[in-house]
C-alpha cells in the first residue's frame, strides 16, 4: 500500500508546478531541500561560469525571496538562457555552502537543471531597488542574539541558525533581511565604501538608505543603536566579484561609487552582492588626515599620553619611519606614549632573541628624525622567549616612551623580570610606589597563556607628582566566527580569556586606589575587545572610566580600527575618578584608517592621545 501511496505522491508533486517563493520559504532553510521540482518559472536576471539566477516577478516585500540560483557548469545548458529570457525548468533543490565552513549559512540553489523551456524573450528585468523598495534594519542581525549585549553577548554559540530556522524578520533582522532577498537582483543607489578591498577585491558599502553611526569618515561605528545595543551593522553589504569578471575599483572608507547592480548571494561568511559589473569611483575622501590638536604642555601637570599599536615592529620594519612620524606629528610628541607590538632584536626569526632594545632604540631615532623635539627614554620588560604569543619568534611586547626630562620611574624599585609580579607598596617617604618599576602584573597566572602580560609602571613629573599606569595587550580575538554567520551570538574568541585578564588587572587597579582613592591611574592600550561587551570590562569600569566617556568623544567617532566594514574600537585608555575629576581631553587620530589601502597603512591600528592632569 505505501510504496503505492509514495508513487502517487510522487506523481503528483512532478505533475503540479513549484514556485520560487515556495522553494525559498519563509525560514532559512528550504522546505524542497533534497527533492525534485518541476515548473518553477522565472525570468533570467544574471548569468555566471557557474550557472544563473531566475527570478518571479511576485511581490519584493514578504520573507520568502522570489529569486533563486540555478547551477549548472555545463556549458549546453547554460547556452540555452540569456539574461531576460522567460523561463520554467526542473531539478533538485539543494543547499550549497561556498567554503567548509561550518558557520557559513547555505544558499538554496537548484541543482541539475533540466526541461528548460524559454518562454519569451528580452523581458524587462526590474531590480529591487535598496533605500527605495525595500531597505536594510539597523539594528541585530538575528533574533538568536540573546542577551544584554546583543549580538556581542557572552556565552557565545548557544543557537544556529540553521538549526532553529525561525521564520524570517525581515523587517527586524539583518540576516532575515538579507535572506528574503537572496538570490533577487538588487540595486545599491549611491554606494560609499565603509572598509577597505580585501585581497580578494571585495569590499563593504552602505547604500543610499538611512544607517547608523555614521562617522564623519563616511565610515560606519559600532554604537549603541535605538535599541540600546551595540549594532552590527545589517545596514551595510559586502561587494563581491563582478559576474562579468570585470574587476573591481579599490576601495576605502569613504570612497563613493556608482551605483551596483547584483544578485545578493551568500559566501564565504557573509551575505554578498555578486555585481553584474563592476562600479565605479566618483569620489574619494581627501588624503589629509588632521594632526590632534592636543599638545604637550610646559605645565608639570599635565601630562600628554599617547597610545599605539604599531603592528609587529622590529629594528628593521619599512613601516617605523611612517609610525615616528605619526607619533611626532600627529600625536605632537606626546610625553609618555603606550605602545603594543614592539618585536625583539631579530624580528620574527625563532633564535631566541628577547631583548628588544635595538627595536626600541632605533625607534627612539626614527622620532627624532620625524622631528620629536626631544630623545624619548624607554621602558620594557622582556618576555620569556616564545611564551607571550604573536608571531612565532617576534616576542612582542608592550614598552613606554617617556620624556625623560618631563616624567621619570618613580623610586628605587628595580626593573622587573619576566616571571617578576609586581606589587604596590609604599616608600621612605610614605607615597606609594611600585615593587618592581616597571613591572608586570601576576604574570605566571595562567590567563596569561600565550599572551602579553600588563606592563605596568608609576611615574613622577618634574612637581613631584606621581601617576600609575597599566600598558596592555589583551589576548586576539584570533578565531572568532563571521558576525553574519551561523553560530549566534557569533563566536567571540578567548572572550573567557580576555575576562579574566582583565579581571587581574582591576585587582590590581584596587590594590592602588585602596591604598589612595585619589590616585591617578591610567589602564590601557590594545584590549582586542569593544566596551561594548560590557561582561569583559566590568571588573574595570566599577573602578574606573573609559577616557573616551570622560571626554564625552561623539559615539560614531570612537574608532581604531575597522573590520568587517565597521569602523570599531580595540584600543582603550581607562583613568581613575582623580584624573576624571580634573578633566580629560581624548583625540583618535586616524592616520591608518583613513588611508587610500591596506597597503597604505603604517599599523592596523590608529593611534590615541590624550591629555590629563596629573596633580
Ligand atoms: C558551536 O555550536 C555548535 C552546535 O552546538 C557546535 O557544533 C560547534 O562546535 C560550536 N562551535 C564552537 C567553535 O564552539
Ligand atoms: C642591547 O642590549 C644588549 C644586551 O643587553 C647590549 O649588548 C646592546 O649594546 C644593547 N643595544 C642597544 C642598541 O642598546
Ligand atoms: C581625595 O581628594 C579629595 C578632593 O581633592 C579630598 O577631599 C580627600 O580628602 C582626598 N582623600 C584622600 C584619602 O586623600
Known amino acids: 500500500m505505501l510504496p503505492f501511496l509514495g508513487l502517487l505522491l510522487a506523481l503528483s508533486s512532478l505533475a503540479s508546478c513549484t514556485t520560487i517563493a515556495e522553494i525559498q520559504g519563509s525560514s532559512f532553510s528550504s522546505p524542497y531541500a533534497g527533492k525534485k521540482v518541476t515548473g518553477v518559472s522565472g525570468i533570467v536576471t544574471a548569468k555566471s561560469p557557474s550557472g544563473f539566477w ?15 540560483s540555478v547551477y549548472t557548469t555545463t556549458e549546453s545548458v547554460l547556452s540555452q538562457v540569456k539574461v531576460g529570457d522567460s523561463i520554467s525548468l526542473g531539478g533538485t533543490i539543494t543547499s550549497y555552502r561556498s567554503s567548509k565552513s561550518p558557520n557559513d549559512l ?10 528548460i523551456t524559454v518562454h519569451s524573450s528580452s523581458n524587462k528585468v526590474e531590480p529591487v531597488v535598496l533605500g527605495k523598495d525595500r531597505s536594510p534594519p539597523t539594528g541585530q542581525l538575528s533574533a538568536l542574539d540573546q542577551g544584554a549585549d546583543g549580538f556581542l553577548s557572552v556565552p557565545n554559540n548557544g543557537s544556529l541558525v540553521e538549526r532553529s530556522n525561525a521564520a524570517l524578520q525581515p523587517d527586524k533582522y539583518g540576516l532575515d533581511f538579507w535572506q528574503s532577498l537572496s538570490g533577487m537582483l538588487v540595486t545599491i543607489p549611491s554606494p560609499v565604501g565603509v572598509d577597505f578591498s580585501d585581497r580578494y577585491g571585495n569590499f563593504w558599502v552602505r547604500g543610499d538608505w538611512s544607517v547608523t553611526g555614521q562617522n ?31 574587476k573591481n575599483p579599490k576601495v576605502a572608507i569613504g570612497t563613493t561609487l556608482s551605483d551596483i547592480s547584483g544578485i545578493v548571494q551568500y559566501e564565504y561568511g557573509y551575505f554578498t552582492i555578486l555585481p553584474l559589473t563592476a562600479s565605479s569611483v566618483k569620489g574619494v575622501p581627501s588624503a589629509t588626515v588632521p594632526a590632534s590638536t592636543i599638545k604637550s604642555s610646559n605645565d608639570a601637570c599635565t601630562v600628554s599620553l599617547g597610545d599605539y599599536n604599531v603592528e609587529n615592529m622590529s629594528p628593521t620594519s619599512d613601516h617605523m619611519g611612517a609610525v615616528a612620524t605619526h607619533i611626532a ?3 605632537n610628541s606626546p610625553d609618555l606614549v603606550f605602545v603594543q607590538e614592539i618585536q625583539d632584536a631579530s624580528g620574527d626569526a625563532d633564535d631566541g632573541t628577547v631583548d628588544a632594545n635595538v627595536t626600541l632604540s632605533n625607534l627612539v631615532a626614527a622620532l627624532s628624525n620625524a622631528g620629536s623635539p626631544f630623545k624619548y627614554a624607554f621602558a620594557d620588560i622582556n618576555p620569556i622567549n616564545d611564551q607571550d604569543g604573536g608571531k612565532k619568534g617576534g616576542n612582542i611586547r608592550q614598552a613606554y616612551l617617556y620624556n625623560p626630562s618631563k616624567l621619570s620611574l618613580v623610586g628605587n624599585s628595580p626593573v622587573g623580570g619576566s616571571s617578576d609580579a609586581t606589587k604596590v607598596v609604599k616608600d621612605n617617604a610614605g607615597q606609594l610606589s611600585l615593587s618592581y618599576n616597571p613591572g608586570r602584573i601576576d604574570p605566571s597566572n595562567s590567563a596569561w597563556k600565550s599572551s602579553r602580560k600588563p606592563l605596568a609602571a608609576a611615574w613622577k613629573t618634574t612637581s613631584g607628582a606621581r601617576f600609575f599606569t597599566v600598558n596592555l595587550q589583551l589576548v586576539a580575538k584570533l578565531d572568532s566566527s563571521s558576525i553574519w554567520g551561523d553560530a549566534r551570538p557569533p563566536i567571540n574568541a578567548w572572550v573567557d580569556e580576555r575576562t579574566k585578564q582583565v579581571e587581574i588587572v582591576s585587582s590590581f587597579v584596587k590594590s592602588i586606589l585602596d591604598a589612595d582613592p585619589n590616585a591617578s591611574i591610567v589602564v590601557g592600550g590594545d584590549c582586542n575587545e569593544f566596551t ?36 570599531q574600537q580595540l584600543d582603550h ?16 587620530v586616524h592616520v591608518n584608517t583613513w588611508a587610500s589601502s591596506v597597503d597604505t597603512r603604517a599599523s592596523d591600528h590608529d593611534p590615541t592621545v590624550m591629555q590629563m592632569k596629573v596633580c
Open 54 to 68: 531566475i527570478s518571479s516577478a511576485s511581490s519584493t516585500k514578504g520573507a520568502a525571496s522570489s529569486g533563486l
Open 106 to 115: 547555505f544558499v538554496t540553489q537548484i541543482e541539475d537543471p533540466a526541461g
Open 329 to 331: 606629528k600627529f600625536l
Open 532 to 567: 561594548f561587551t560590557t561582561s569583559v570590562f566590568e571588573s574595570l569600569t566599577d573602578q574606573l572610566t573609559e577616557a573616551d566617556e570622560a571626554a564625552n568623544i561623539a559615539p560614531e567617532e570612537r574608532y581604531t580600527y575597522v573590520y568587517e566594514g565597521i569602523s
Open 216 to 246: 564623519s569618515r563616511g565610515g560606519l561605528s559600532m554604537i549603541r543603536g535605538s535599541d540600546g545595543l551595540p549594532t552590527p551593522h545589517p545596514d551595510e553589504i559586502v561587494i563581491g566579484k563582478p559576474l562579468d569578471g570585470s
Open 573 to 588: 585608555l581607562f583613568v581613575s575618578k582623580a584624573i576624571v575629576g580634573r578633566k580629560v581631553n581624548v583625540e583618535h
